[in-house]
């Protein structure tokens, strides 16, 4: 079955930091793989999507993901947290059963990301 | 602002109600999807509509439905209301296969 995991309820790291926030999958065939941010009362905002092509893919405000076949991975990262960055972040990958104009995607369980001043 | 939107903000009600959410997607999408989210069971998607058809489905119980009108419209139908179906239902839009613009969803709150 298809299934993407976030290994980490929460990542804490200080103001400034580099940030990783993990995610791995298990999907069929090629996987399209996105992030998504939550604040709080806030529906999910698109960050960045990999798709094909070069393996680090760089998504709004500042993050990337690194995208890694071999060990089924789009970890996403960026190299200097915001205090602002605080909020919950989420894996996504398309559920390849469907194909055309959909886009049905399924979901990691999310991971809070405490920035610290 | 995604540009999607969602009306109401929250909804209270008892059980065994019937409620109906609605959203209107972004200019120009013509694919809209119903997400639930709760604490227990996380993200879910629930099902989705593309140019007024259903597209795929997920995880909707029956006392749920769907549909999307020929304006792009979307409206969920939740009947027979239970405690558990307390829970946040996102919507969402995208041309085509593209990445998903989410409203700022309905919170339902059963009593």
Known sequence: AQSVAQPEDQVNVAEGNPLTVKCTYSVSGNPYLFWYVQYPNRGLQFLLKYITGDNLVKGSYGFEAEFNKSQTSFHLKKPSALVSDSALYFCA???PNYGGATNKLIFGTGTLLAVQP | DSGVTQTPKHLI????QRVTLRCSPRSGD????WYQQSLDQGLQFLIQYYNGEERAKGNIL??????QFPDLHSELNLSSLELGDSALYFCASSVGAGPQHFGDGTRLSIL
């Open chain 2, 62 to 67: 029956e006392r749920f439905s769907a549909q």
């Open chain 2, 13 to 16: 009600t008892a059980t065994g």
């Open chain 2, 30 to 33: 013509l694919s809209v999807y």
């Open chain 1, 93 to 95: 990958v398309r559920d």
